[in-house]
């Protein structure tokens, strides 16, 4: 009876080690959205932080319209068209500009003469002619006018009174200038001298001017990959922060219900945050950086990186438990970095990390 009573509760003691056991442990929540407003970092915490570019571009255009609208003007060009046909000669003056091309000439009106006025009274009742009036009331004065350049021409003829005498050249056919065979007698003579005009033709061309324009496009949407500001692109950033928190979880784990000895996973966090005490660089190219021990931390790893997310050009480094201080001298010179460390333990052979410092900047010699 003893016997099977003893073999009814080492059945009962069995069945009951195969129940769920609840452990507590701690592990983070989910990443929030990224936002622009800065995030305090804290041991129960988790910051991550980057830079993110926009861009927008330079538009031009150009126009023969002086102004256009949401368009800043930059500039101008001028050009001109073939030149068209001459005008005809005019004596109206014309003056010429950049789109008027215009030729002179002088015209001669005449090329000098001398103007000849003669002379001769006339009997009114015969064909008798002389240098004064013989007949009294029955005499009449005639007078006749001629240039140098007219035909027919006055000839000298003889003399008379002692005075010379001058027919019309071959006495105009026999008609004279108004009777036949008559005589005449030099009055004066006048020099007149030689004139001329000016006149005036043109042509045209047309003129167009080209105006140059600009504005800046619109702004790219925010991305991740950097861009570079230049003359014909203008180039915005900002940074964005995400966090995460410790949070307690339920994990549960079961006994083997062919053994006696329960297995239980527990995930281990170790949640020390890193400290950066100083950061200098004493010579060119070279880096010394000093961070606080950690108590229970096996080691640190320390990141170094010309951006500040950390996203590219990063050098990684892993200093044991009693190291607080490193110099390192490959950097380049006149660059900037940005350094972080973080302490780690090692738990069954793993790293478990801790949290990162506030990163620090520092200018290489």
């Avoid at 004596?91 to 002179?104: G, Y």
């Avoid at 014909?232 to 928190?245: A, G, Q, W």
């Amino acid at each position: 009876m003893k016997r099977i009573i003893s073999i009814i509760l080492s059945v009962t003691l069995l069945e009951l080690c195969c129940f769920s056991i609840q452990a507590n442990a701690i592990t983070w929540s989910a990443w929030s959205e990224w936002t622009t407003t800065p995030i305090e970092t804290s041991d129960t915490n988790q910051v991550e932080n980057k830079i993110q570019y926009r861009y927008s571009d330079k538009l031009t255009t150009t126009s023969t319209s002086s102004s256009l609208s949401g368009w800043t003007r930059s500039g101008s060009s001028t050009s001109y068209g073939s030149w068209g046909s001459w005008s005809a000669w005019s004596t109206s003056s014309v003056s010429s500009n950049e789109t008027r091309d215009v030729e002179t000439r002088s015209v001669s009106d005449n090329n000098g003469y001398t103007l000849n006025t003669y002379y001769y009274w006339k009997s009114n009742s015969t064909l008798q002619f002389s240098y004064q009036n013989e007949w009294g009331a029955n005499g009449s004065y005639y007078e006749f006018s001629q240039k140098t350049t007219d035909t027919p021409q006055m000839k000298v003829y003889g003399s008379y009174g002692g005075l010379t005498t001058y027919r019309i050249n071959d006495n105009n056919s026999g008609r004279g200038v108004n009777f036949d065979s008559e005589v005449w007698w030099l009055k004066s003579s006048t020099n007149v001298a030689s004139t001329s005009h000016t006149e005036y033709r043109y042509r045209t061309r047309t003129k167009t001017i080209t105006y140059s324009y600009y504005k800046w496009g619109d702004w790219s949407a925010w991305s991740d990959s950097e861009y570079v500001s230049s003359t014909t692109r203008n180039v915005e950033k900002r940074t964005v922060y995400r966090s995460r928190t410790l949070v307690s979880a339920s994990e549960s784990s079961t006994t083997n219900k062919t053994t006696e000895n329960s297995k239980t996973t527990t995930k281990v966090v170790f949640n020390k945050k890193g400290v950066i005490t100083s950061i200098k660089s004493p010579k060119a190219k070279t880096i010394t950086i000093k961070w606080k021990k950690i108590s229970g931390a096996s080691g640190y790893q320390c990141y170094f990186s010309k951006k500040k997310s950390f996203k590219s050009h990063t050098i990684g480094r892993t200093f044991g438990k009693k190291k607080t201080k490193t110099t390192i001298n490959f950097f380049s010179s006149k660059k900037t970095y940005y350094a972080k460390i973080r302490p780690f333990k090692k738990v069954n052979g793993k790293k478990v990390y801790g949290v990162w410092s506030k990163v620090k900047k520092i200018k290489v010699k």
